[in-house]
């Protein structure tokens, strides 16, 4: 219990101060409530350890997990599974990924490959849908092997049944820093569009984070409308669906683009209307987008560092490997870059730098390596 | 004999059914976008929404250019795609990231065009592989090399000079890249109906084996069709470049199929049965006022595809009513 208390406070320490005041003062906009929230996540964040120390070394020696990212070419998922290697090499223990393009059959390659090599574990990271390969999940766990997901569903939606494991994100906590951002920003006077892609798993909670935090935070004079655009059609819908919204109706103040890779297509369609005095508020911490920020095209992103995910996953699993008690609630928490800070992450920006490195030793020092 | 060597030939009428059939496509356009302004004048009718349209998606023009010269002369080019976003990356790897000016990274992305052409004529011609399997071949292959030279990165940080030249100067309220687009349907018009290399390319795709006996140079023709093809191609990529500002590995490849797509639709349109450029012009202005008229009227995105796929359907059908669904040879 004491666990989750630790990590519900490093997550949303700002999230519960925001309720606190929402529901001592039901008015909107709540602009106070919103800046408490800001700050909370402007400060660097800082490592609270998510578990009891366990000796990592010798509880996973001679283990092997396999990750599948979404997509090896994907830079996002690439990296997390880069950082996994090379924590699995310090501590000890064979972490593999298995390279891929996004298409489902090199996921089912992968998946035979852990079963024929007689893998410990395998992660399916960042977008690789467990439906997608229900009999060769069945096949893997008929050979003993216990199958994850990483950064994959929200906290608050229900992971398939066929998975041992969950590292889940809260989306939905993205979401409301997303809504308080535009209500500060535009003293309670906000016209967003909100940009998603529906058949990502988590986009539906995401978005009710925002619409759910405009209506709570914001207040009733606050209006928004949503764009599905699905990702192979982020070229062509993302920048005509934007166009028509802004001329439809002039008032738009803010584009909330929910995956920040979308800003690229958003940004043209504001310079071809003409429309520079629109904001741009997103998630992912992308680096070009960290780039877009320092050029002032981009006003805000929310950032996780891939290097704490990478450690956060790895922790969870490793407990449930070893037979400890473990969590499903993904440790990382969420870090804004807006033109105060985005020169921090590196001119141009690169992965998971700006952030802090108080993660590196609070893992160390967790897993019993120093 | 005198008297009738002195009388006027009979002056043939009109022929409606041609007329209809050239321009129905238009008669198209003009309703949706005249249903959509109907329904939301305020917006749809707005001189910011119409120039809006107009320079957005010059860059599927463009392309659609570089796609119907090699289908005149009977060949498919399906890496125009590939050299789209190959051009787009290499201008954004060598002037933001490796402080080329723009022109040269231009050049260069021009170049790469050109050898991009050859590489495909090569093993169309010498080696006589459909280019169907060829263009597959190396579209694939120059994907790998967009992966590698960007890290499967989206590079920002080109300089904004190519965007003021492409989407944020304006004349009449227009970007310029709409301009650069009219004005390439403009020179491949010309091309194909007044020069003699462009009845040759026309004759080529006719028919190779009388092209031949004619004394055309039926490989040489193709070469040419297919180098231009990939240096549209690579232009394409630099207007994408400026127009996004900054170039990533995969968007630039959804641009294939509606390509195509205006490809065939144009060709039942203006000078129907034959590839055209104002033709193609017209089929993807069709497109986008129906997509942005739906978009505006906030009806869900499946609809779109809907649109996309059934307008290209019902057009290419109604057409075939008008010419009493008698063969149709595109090439």
């Keep these: 219990m004491s666990l989750y208390r630790t990590m ?5 320490g700002g999230a519960a101060a925001l309720l606190a005041t929402a529901s001592a003062n039901a008015a909107t906009p709540d602009i106070e409530g919103a800046k408490k929230l800001i700050e909370a996540h402007s400060a660097l964040p800082s490592f609270v350890p998510p578990g009891e120390p366990f000796d990592a070394k010798k509880c996973m020696k001679g283990k092997k997990l396999l990750t599948i990212p979404v997509s090896s070419a994907n830079p996002f998922t690439k990296n997390i599974a880069t950082a996994m290697i090379a924590v699995g090499k310090q501590i000890g223990f064979e972490v593999k990924e298995w390279e891929n393009q996004a298409q489902p059959t090199q996921w089912v390659q992968g998946m035979e490959f852990a079963i024929n090599n007689h893998f410990d574990a395998i992660d399916l990271l960042g977008g690789v849908n467990p439906q997608v390969l229900g009999p060769q999940i069945a096949q893997a766990k008929k050979a003993g ?55 990502i798993i988590p986009t539906a909670p995401f978005v009710k984070g925002i619409t759910d935090g ?55 369609a504001l310079t071809i209307t003409g429309r520079k005095d629109v904001k741009i508020a997103t998630f992912n911490g992308t ?11 981009v006003e805000m992103d929310v950032g996780e560092s891939l290097g704490w995910i990478a450690r956060s996953v790895l922790d969870g699993y490793m407990r449930d490997m070893c037979g400890l008690k473990t969590y499903s609630a993904l440790y990382v928490p969420f870090y804004l870059f807006d033109s105060s800070n985005a020169k921090n992450a590196g001119t141009p920006a690169d992965f998971d730098r700006g952030y802090g490195d108080q993660h590196v030793a609070g893992y160390e020092k967790l897993w019993m390596l120093k | ?171 009449a309220g227009i970007p310029l890249a709409f301009y650069y687009a009219v004005a390439l349907c403009a020179v491949i018009w010309y091309f194909f109906g007044y020069t003699t290399p462009g009845r040759r390319l026309l004759f080529v795709g006719r028919g190779r084996e009388v092209a031949r006996l004619s004394g055309i140079r039926v490989d040489r023709v193709r070469l040419f069709s297919l180098i231009t093809s990939s240096v549209l191609a690579a232009g394409a990529g630099i207007m994408y470049a400026g127009t996004i500002g900054a170039a990533d590995p995969l968007s630039g490849l959804t641009f294939l199929l509606p390509g195509f797509a205006a490809s065939f639709l144009g060709a039942t349109s203006i000078s129907p049965g034959r590839f055209n450029p104002w033709g193609s012009l017209v089929a993807v202005y069709f497109l986008v006022i129906g997509i942005t008229g739906l978009t505006i009227l906030g009806i869900q995105t499946f609809v779109q595809n809907l649109f996309y796929g059934g307008g290209l359907v019902l057009a290419v059908a109604l057409s075939q009513l008008v010419r009493k669904r008698e063969a149709q040879d595109f090439t």
């Design chain 1, 8 to 12: 519900l406070l490093s997550l949303a």
């Design chain 1, 145 to 199: 092997i216990k199958i994850y997901t990483s950064h994959l569903y929200d906290t608050i939606q229900k992971p398939d049944p066929s998975v041992d494991l969950s590292m889940q994100v809260a989306y939905h906590d993205v979401g409301t820093i997303l809504a308080s951002w535009a209500t500060l920003k535009t003293n309670g006077k906000v016209n967003a569009v909100i940009v998603g892609s529906d058949e």
């Design chain 1, 214 to 268: 405009l209506k709570t935070i914001c207040g009733p004079d606050c209006k928004f409308t949503y764009i599905n655009a699905p990702v192979p059609e982020w070229s062509t819908k993302i920048k005509t669906g934007v166009q028509s919204a802004l001329i439809a109706d002039p008032t738009i103040n803010y584009i909330i683009p929910i995956y920040d890779s979308m800003s690229q297509f958003v940004i043209p």
């Design chain 1, 287 to 297: 680096p070009f987008v960290i780039d877009e920020i320092q050029k002032g095209k």
């Design chain 2, 1 to 171: 004999m005198t008297e009738a060597l002195a009388t006027p030939s009979p002056r043939r009428g009109f022929n409606w059914v041609r007329f209809l059939e050239a321009y129905a496509l238009v008669f198209a356009l003009v309703l949706l976008g005249a249903v959509f302004g109907a329904l939301r004048p305020e917006s749809f009718l707005s001189w910011a929404n119409i120039s809006t349209m107009l320079g957005s998606q010059a860059v599927l023009v463009v392309l659609t250019m570089a796609l119907i010269i090699p289908l005149t002369a009977g060949d498919f080019d399906l890496s125009v795609a590939s050299m789209l976003t190959l051009s787009a990356m290499i201008i954004a790897v060598l002037n933001a990231q490796m402080g080329y000016s723009l022109l040269v990274s231009m050049i260069v992305a021009v170049a790469v065009g050109v050898v991009l052409g050859i590489v495909n004529a090569w093993f169309i011609l010498y080696f006589r592989i459909p280019s169907l399997i060829v263009t597959l071949g190396t579209g694939t292959f120059v994907n790998g090399i967009v992966l590698w030279m960007s890290g499967s990165m989206t590079i920002s940080g080109l300089d904004d000079a190519l965007t003021e030249w492409v989407v944020v100067r304006r004349v």
